[in-house]
């Protein structure tokens, strides 16, 4: 006779492994589903790994920058696998949206500490609005500023600098064919993430701050007035002298979704005051705001405000139709 065993015959145990002989490190690439770590102590070993995410972390989604703990083939070999048990509670997320109106939240980088807006100063010519969505941005993560702008031996930088003064913001001014020192010390001891437009020369500055980094550069599309895009993923690279910098693919919206009309307005320093005398329930785009009159006055820079208004007003369309965003 046969006797087909029972499925209660061994109870399923609620304990899961402790893993306590983990190893820590810090995810630098994500790619379908694989992932390359950088060891905080590979002893012996390599100093990075290639790891899967195993499967008691479920959904929970994994970016570049996490931390992350490891267990199992740690040898770093061709054909090496390690899984990752852990993720780290993250110190900060860098999130954007498709455009205005995409509900999707999408992680570029976790737990870094300074946002490096880098614009271009022509060719391509700058886009304020990308750069207003950027800082906002940077605020609703909590991360540290940075407007880094290049090829400053094709145009002066005096002018955008006048449009953002009121902010005092932090910034770096660089030459084409020239050492990035003061970027470098400005990524000294920190994880950076730099972000901006295809063509605005991040990944040539990523070359110079980290030799034998070899990321491709491209050359600005002479019709549009747009840069080709030569980087396709996220990518941690460990600094000389210390630190971390984040190179991502290049943009041309970045949505806000995720950001309430309230944050969105705090990142606007400039103009934060003036809305003290506004009526309540100000929606700051009608006859009655009082913005009309503190740019007026000559607090702010009406291009901020214009700025601004587009940011909190419904989205009729997505960014991507419109190159000015």
């Known amino acids: 006779m046969r006797v087909r065993p029972g499925r209660g015959s061994r109870p ?30 590979p002893g012996k070993g390599p100093s990075v790994v290639g790891a899967v995410k195993a499967r008691e972390l479920g959904r929970r989604g994994i970016a570049v920058g996490d931390r992350v703990a490891l267990v199992g083939d740690l040898s770093g070999g061709p054909d090496a696998l390690a899984r990752i048990v852990r993720v780290h509670e993250r110190t900060s997320v860098l999130r954007r949206t498709a455009d205005d109106t995409d509900p999707v939240e999408r992680v570029l980088v976790a737990n870094a500490d300074q946002l490096v807006v880098v614009v271009a100063l022509a060719d391509p010519q700058p886009q304020a609005r990308l750069i207003d969505r950027c800082l906002v941005a940077a605020y609703d993560a909590g991360l540290d500023p940075l407007l880094c702008l ?48 295809s063509g605005v020369g991040k990944s040539t500055l990523v070359n110079a701050l980290v030799p034998g980094t070899d990321r491709e550069t491209g050359v600005v599309n002479a019709v549009t007035g747009r840069g080709r895009h030569t980087s396709s993923s996220a990518v941690a690279l460990e600094l000389p002298e210390g630190g971390w910098v984040i190179d991502t693919p290049g943009v041309r919206s970045f949505g806000l979704a995720h950001v309430t009309p309230d944050r969105i307005l705090s990142a606007f320093t400039d103009l934060l005051p003036g809305t003290t005398e506004c009526p309540r329930g100000c929606t700051h785009d009608e006859p009655d705001c009082a913005l009309d009159e503190w740019v007026a006055a000559g607090h702010a820079d009406p291009a901020r405000l214009d700025s601004l208004r587009r940011l909190l007003a419904v989205p009729q369309r997505g960014d991507e139709a419109d190159p000015a965003t």
């Open 150 to 197: 290049t090829k400053a031996d094709l145009a002066s930088p005096d002018e955008l600098l006048a449009t953002y003064a009121a902010l005092d913001p932090s910034y770096v001014v660089t030459t084409r064919g020239e050492e990035p020192a003061a970027l470098r010390e400005h990524l000294r001891d920190r994880v950076s993430v730099l972000v901006g437009s």
């Open 12 to 41: 399923r145990s609620r304990l899961r492994p402790r893993h306590d002989e983990a190893v820590d490190g810090r995810v630098i690439t994500v790619d379908r589903g694989r992932f390359t770590v950088h060891l905080d102590s």
